[in-house]
């Protein structure tokens, strides 16, 4: 299937495997998706790996030390803002964590996987993450026809999957009361402006407000306001 032909009721799983179809042109022989630390709530529910092969494993599939390791470089990356072929930043990841890193390219190469191209993705909703496709061979960066490619690809599934999820309701457990302040603050009402419609303090405003931020995991009220509406807690305006 081509990966601009997802039907809407496709799933993550299905989603992915459209993807990795589609970058099997390229020689690619396995994807790896990881979620930036301030998404763990989709974690659980996407596929870590894909191999060639249609097999998929999670992130629990693999050693805790592994796992930690393999985040702490995705983030690295994220950071970063721009793909990376894996072979050229080794030495780097080596001098860092010697030994957990030669224990995950000994295993890589074991299954076939002998370089990635790893490629942050942004948005939309501020969601971000890492696409990383597997190759059996060494990347060479002259090839920017194919790299290209595999960015243009990373970028329309990240899009895609994050849509899938923000249809999604949420399971953020807010108080009624929260619920109330967080309707009013994607529509642009101040803090003082709630606090009149509700009939409440200010300073009883800016504690729900610093309760909301908590448990969405956000630091400003725009982010709240993005997410209030892509979790469904609030509809859009």
């Known amino acids: 299937m081509d990966a601009s032909q997802n039907p809407a009721n496709e799933g993550p799983i299905s989603l992915t495997r459209s993807l990795l179809a589609a970058v099997r042109e390229l020689g690619v022989v396995s994807m790896t998706y ?14 870590y790996l894909h191999f060639e092969t249609g097999k998929v494993f999670s992130r629990h599939d693999l050693p805790e030390e592994h796992s930690e390791v393999l985040g702490r470089c995705h983030d690295y990356i994220i950071q970063q ?11 780097l990841f080596r001098s860092v964590e010697p030994r957990l890193t030669e224990e995950i390219m000994t295993a ?22 890492v696409i ?50 967080l309707t009013w603050i994607p529509r642009g009402k101040s803090g003082a402006d709630i606090a009149t419609i509700l ?39």
Do not use: C, W
């Open 34 to 47: 990881h979620f930036a630390k301030s998404h763990q709530s989709l974690k659980p529910v996407l596929p």
């Open 81 to 91: 803002g721009k793909p990376v072929i894996l072979s050229q930043v080794l030495p």
């Open 108 to 129: 890589a190469n074991e299954i076939g996987v002998f370089d990635q191209y790893m490629i942050p993705v942004y948005g939309p909703f501020m969601v971000n993450g």
């Open 132 to 181: 990383s496709f597997g190759k059996g061979s060494t990347i060479d960066p002259g090839e920017k026809s194919m790299l290209m490619k595999m960015e243009s690809l990373a970028a329309f599934h990240h899009n895609r999957m994050v849509v899938h999820f923000g249809e999604k309701r949420s399971d953020i457990d807010l108080s009624p009361r929260e619920n109330e302040v």
């Open 199 to 237: 009939g409440v303090s200010l300073s009883s405003v800016d504690t729900y407000t610093r309760r909301i931020f908590e448990k969405m995991g956000v630091h400003d009220r725009v982010s709240a306001a993005v997410n209030g509406v892509v979790e469904g807690l609030v509809k859009p305006t």
